[in-house]
């Protein structure tokens, strides 16, 4: 993809390739995908990206989903209607649809389905209503019910393309016609062409990405155009292009051409580049270009699959006039007049002065092992020779260096005073014009040495760091995590020494603080095995890495370094390999140089998509009821699964079309986990034996810490019947049901005890009643009889004179008849027949009327229902209603001065019997009343039995008394 570089720029660096004026051959960079990767057929023909950015590619082997690592592919025995596949479009319910020669299909969630059959399909697409249009047969049609229904926009119509712009809108082109737009479900001309356009056979219509009214088409036979404000003018034709098949305008609003020559890049100033086998692409005829979201530009031809452009920010460098130069390179560097040295580990030394490439001292350095090349402080070439020691050239010729002869230089530093430090297998030396000096005390070999300060030189193996100090080892210096790294070299950026390692990344050390830092993948680089780093003029260091070459920036907030988001091609660097060239950085690789553009624009990233492809649920108990539950075409939605389904993994997939191999996700599941957890590479995630409740799993994926959006779902898992809410109420319920049952039943035969208890009790209580009452009424009665027999007698033998005598034997006698109408009353009361409220109150009754009898009160008393022979009472409310009652009729008799004396006895609302005693008295004050013994009495007797007595009188109003709350034993 061509990116942040100027349109004048891309011409700069690219048509001189195409006029083949540069002496050095540039490959541009595209990544193949074709058979060996999983690609089901060579010859693509199609290319859409659906919403969750994988592409889908149409071939003659079938259909395809590719994520940019891996292909899924569906074929005729999978249930497609053909292997011809010719176009592919997406609905709104993200279902893909897949035109073939035979008919279509649609493909949901891995299923194929059949939509039509026996039809040639080459183009479908969806318009902003939902609706879905295609071309058969060089007519339109619109599908109704999947079935094929014609449109005729003009008589005889020949419709040779169908698009859309980035708003929606459908458009066809009618050859010897024009264009037409679908407007509120009619189709409008829009641009009517002149009959010398018009009569072509246009296959593709392209809308500018600023959705202004301008756009290009290209005809099969006679190049590309561009209309705009109803003007149509020639963009490119090329007498040697037989064929023109498709057009795409990538993020520079360059326009792409698929022609059968290759693929030609032309931008708004008509500056025109041509890809081809010539210079990286590996095929010619293309069939298919296509700029996906990201910004990629994509290739499709006729034999060898799919390419990807990867930009020119990398171009490598291979042939020169026709050369092969694809070598291993071991080392790089610029002299004091500009020229370019290379070293190669197989084919010798090679110098290129800005014009011609040439191979000093061929002779005598053919076929040698060259170690590396640099230069010493006044930037002569120095060259390392395997088994020849170190060579400085002197401008003409290389002679060699004192005191190298038959060694295997490894490394070589030079200096203050001209001297130099090299370094051989196990061993350093300090090398003068006239003496050697070892330096020994370390272990490992010898890989690199970094001139740090005066006296000080840090020595790097492959076992870590040394600091050599006035040419002996320092044993106090350390460098935390350097302990037992292979340093492959050393280099200075502001006050950090970056030590680049294999397995260990890039380790900093800040000479200020002492504080050390690690730069790994996991932060970005391509890979943990770093070989060499320079600094452009923008202060940008350049990482050549095991797999690939990545830009790191200093960021002054956090005092470390972030890496430049950015495509880089998979190349192997070597060793120290690296060397800043014409505002170029050039990279030594395993097969070539790679030319690093320094001056290339930052553009935008675009993050990854990422969607929920499934989730499988295990079931503990049962494994039939193993499920999985699609997810990726899901809305928002809760999953409802058994307490027995509680183990799930759940399936993501992150897709980045740029950086496919650099994607990694974080993902955290509410419920069990506190935050998203560390990046991982994995796009699975496993729980198992989860509890009850409610879960959120959520997911996003990231490249070079770039993120997307987060996809979320939700499952519950219902608890089992014995742990729900309900269940437990319903225990809680029926234990407390049950506890008050049981409790009832422990009251109830308690009650029934005491009940038995006190009916023997009462039994016994009335036995001794009823014999007490036997016995008073016989020992009394008898002793009554006998004094009033006594008396009659005593009072015959007294005479009439004896008046005094005769007195007093009459109240003796009266006495002993009141004494034994007092004793009735307690003999009633004792006996246990009375202990009922209906011969309570028959005695109440009999008692008033034989109270009344003989005076001028009328007294008045219904007979007491039967219905009360049932209502027991007890001794105690017996013998206490009957007092209270004598003594309120009594004081009737006494005081009121009554005409009338009416009892009631009626039920109140409370089912409790409530007596009422009214006469129509002279009646009292109760405020000035001076309380005697008698009400005084009555209260406190009603107090004993637990009932209320209520009074309502006044001075020749009469007097009402009531006594309320009387209830039987059983109430």
Same mark, same amino acid.
């Given at each position: ?15 001189v390739a195409v006029s083949q004026q540069l002496i050095w051959a540039q490959n541009y960079n595209f990544t193949n995908y074709n058979l060996k990767e999983g690609l089901p057929q060579s010859q693509v023909s199609v290319i859409f990206q659906a919403k969750d950015c ?60 059949? /939509?039509? !059959? #026996?039809?040639? =399909?080459?183009? $479908?697409?969806? @318009? +902003?209503? %939902? *609706? ?5 047969? &060089? ?13 005729? /926009?003009? !008589? #005889?119509?020949? =419709?040779?393309? $169908?698009?859309? @712009? +980035?708003? %929606? *809108? ?5 050859? &010897? ?19 010398? =356009? ?19 088409f290209s005809t099969l036979k006679n190049g590309v155009f561009t209309s705009e404000n109803g003007k149509i003018d020639l963009l490119f034709h090329h007498k040697s292009v037989d064929g023109y098949f498709d057009l795409a305008q990538d993020v520079d609003r360059n ?717």
């Amino acid at each position: 993809m061509l990116n942040r570089l100027s349109f004048f720029s891309v011409w700069l660096f690219l048509i001189v390739a195409v006029s083949q004026q540069l002496i050095w051959a540039q490959n541009y960079n595209f990544t193949n995908y074709n058979l060996k990767e999983g690609l089901p057929q060579s010859q693509v023909s199609v290319i859409f990206q659906a919403k969750d950015c994988t592409l889908w590619l149409g071939s003659f082997g079938g259909v395809s989903n590719f994520d940019g690592i891996n292909f899924k592919s569906y074929s005729k025995a999978d249930g497609l209607l053909s292997n011809n596949v010719s176009c592919i479009t997406e609905d709104r319910q993200n279902r893909i649809w897949v035109g073939t020669d035979n008919g279509i299909n649609v493909i949901q969630n891995d299923k194929i389905y059949k /939509i039509l !059959e #026996g039809v040639d =399909v080459y183009s $479908l697409i969806q @318009d +902003s209503e %939902g *609706n879905i249009w295609g071309l058969s047969n &060089r007519r339109l049609f619109r599908l109704q019910n999947n079935k094929i229904r014609f449109v005729d /926009i003009v !008589e #005889g119509e020949i =419709v040779t393309c $169908l698009n859309k @712009d +980035s708003k %929606g *809108n459908l458009y066809v082109f009618i050859r &010897r016609v024009g264009v037409f737009r679908l407007t509120k479900n009619k189709w409008q001309s829009y641009a009517i062409f002149p009959a010398g =356009v018009a009569n072509n056979y246009v296959n593709k219509l392209l809308f500018d990405d600023k959705g202004n009214d301008k756009f290009y088409f290209s005809t099969l036979k006679n190049g590309v155009f561009t209309s705009e404000n109803g003007k149509i003018d020639l963009l490119f034709h090329h007498k040697s292009v037989d064929g023109y098949f498709d057009l795409a305008q990538d993020v520079d609003r360059n326009i792409w051409i698929a022609t059968q020559k290759g693929v030609f890049l032309v931008n708004s100033k008509g500056s025109v580049v041509l890809f081809n086998e010539k210079n990286g692409l590996k095929t010619n005829r293309i069939n298919v270009v296509f700029k996906d979201v990201e910004g990629n530009i994509w290739l499709s031809s006729f034999a060898d699959g799919i390419f990807r452009y990867d930009g020119d920010a990398f171009i490598k460098y291979d042939t020169f006039k026709g050369r092969d130069l694809s070598y291993s390179i071991s080392g790089m560097a610029v002299d004091k007049d500009g020229k370019l040295w290379v070293s190669t580990f197989s084919e010798g030394l090679y110098r290129f002065d800005g014009e011609n490439l040439s191979q000093p001292e061929a002779r005598k350095l053919k076929d040698k092992f060259l170690y590396f090349v640099t230069t010493d402080s006044n930037r002569n070439i120095i060259l390392s020779v395997q088994n020849n020691g170190l060579w400085k050239y002197n401008g003409s010729t290389f002679s060699q260096m004192p005191f190298t002869q038959g060694a295997n230089i490894s490394a070589v530093i030079q200096d203050e005073q001209d001297n130099f430090y090299v370094g051989e297998v196990s061993t350093v030396a300090y090398l003068t014009k006239n003496k050697v000096e070892k330096i020994s005390g370390f272990k490992g070999w010898v890989s690199c040495l970094y001139y740090y300060k005066k006296d000080s030189v840090i020595l790097g193996t492959s076992s870590g760091v040394y600091l050599i100090k006035n040419k002996k080892i320092d044993v106090q210096f350390k460098v935390d995590g350097l302990e037992n790294a292979y340093i492959v070299g050393i280099t200075k950026h502001r006050q950090l020494l970056l030590f680049f390692t294999l397995g260990d990344g890039i380790i900093s050390f800040d000479t200020h603080t002492g504080k050390t830092k690690r730069y790994l993948r996991i932060n970005g680089l391509s890979s943990n095995d770093v070989y060499s780093i320079a600094i452009d003029k923008n202060d940008i260091l350049w990482v050549g890495t095991g797999r690939g070459i990545n830009k790191l920036k200093f960021d002054t907030a956090s005092q470390g370094y972030k890496v430049i988001k950015g495509n880089s091609p998979v190349v192997e660097s070597n060793q120290n390999a690296i060397v800043n060239y014409q505002s170029s950085v050039l990279v030594g690789t395993t097969t070539g140089i790679l030319l690093c553009n320094t001056n290339l624009l930052k553009r935008e990233v675009v993050p990854p998509s990422i969607s929920l492809k499934g989730m499988n649920v295990f079931d503990k108990v049962e494994k039939d009821r193993d499920t999985l539950v699609a997810l990726s075409k899901e809305k928002s939605r809760t999953i409802i699964l058994k307490h027995t389904q509680n183990h799930i993994s759940i399936r993501y997939k992150g897709v980045s079309l740029s950086n496919p191999q650099n994607v990694v996700y974080r993902y955290c599941l509410l419920g069990v986990d506190a935050d998203f957890g560390k990046p991982v590479a994995s796009t699975e995630a496993e729980y198992s034996a989860l509890s009850p409740g409610t879960y959120t799993f959520k997911v996003y994926a990231e490249v070079n810490e770039v993120r997307s959006s987060i996809k979320e779902i939700t499952f519950v898992i219902k608890p089992p019947f014995y742990a729900t809410s309900w269940f437990k109420a319903i225990t809680f319920v029926t234990l407390v049901l049950a506890s008050w049952l049981l409790f009832s039943v422990i009251l109830k035969r308690k009650e029934r005890i005491r009940r038995q208890r006190e009916k023997i009790k009462l039994e016994e209580q009335a036995k001794i009643r009823k014999q007490t009452a036997e016995d008073f009424h016989d020992d009394i009665g008898n002793k009554l009889t006998r004094i009033n027999v006594l008396s009659e007698i005593l009072d015959k033998k007294i005479n009439e004179q004896q008046t005094e005598q005769k007195e007093l034997i009459r109240m003796i006698k009266q006495n002993a008849g009141f004494l034994y109408t007092g004793t009735k009353d307690v003999l009633w009361a004792l006996d246990p027949k009375s202990d009922n409220l209906y011969e309570i109150m028959q005695h109440i009754r009999n008692f008033g009327t034989d109270l009344f009898q003989k005076t001028d009160v009328f007294f008045q008393m219904e007979e007491p229902a039967d219905k009360y022979r049932k209502w027991h009472m007890s001794m105690e409310q017996n013998r206490n209603l009957t007092l209270i009652f004598k003594e309120v009729l009594t004081n009737i008799l006494k005081h009121a001065k009554a005409s009338s004396v009416r009892v009631d006895v009626f039920e109140d609302e409370a089912k409790t019997i409530k007596i009422q005693v009214e006469d129509d008295g002279i009646g009292f004050n109760l405020d000035n009343i001076k309380h005697g013994q008698g009400l005084k009495n009555i209260k406190n007797r009603c107090e004993r039995i637990n009932l209320v007595i209520d009074v309502h009188t006044g001075l020749q109003q009469g007097t009402n008394v009531s006594i309320s709350g009387i209830k039987p034993l059983d109430k």
